[in-house]
């Protein structure tokens, strides 16, 4: 989205500075997307598990 004063946002920000033609573009931001992805699930969701009261649950018998 362009506002027209130059504010087009993060994205365009990320987009602007990555290297190469739009297919080299696409290419990185995929690459860039799955590392991201990777990080995530291999090293903050197990770190953030345990602190998450997700497990906390009271069931009574009735």
């Given at each position: 989205?362009t506002?027209?004063d130059?504010r ?6 990320i ?20 590392a991201v ?6 090293y903050?969701?197990?770190?953030a ?11 009574d018998?009735?």
């Amino acid at each position: 989205m362009t506002y027209g004063d130059g504010r087009d946002g993060m994205y365009g920000w990320i987009w602007r500075h990555l290297p190469g033609t739009v297919w080299v573009k696409a290419l990185v931001s995929l690459v860039l997307v799955l590392a991201v992805v990777y990080v995530l699930f291999q090293y903050v969701f197990p770190w953030a598990e345990p602190l998450l009261p997700f497990n906390d649950v009271t069931v009574d018998n009735q």
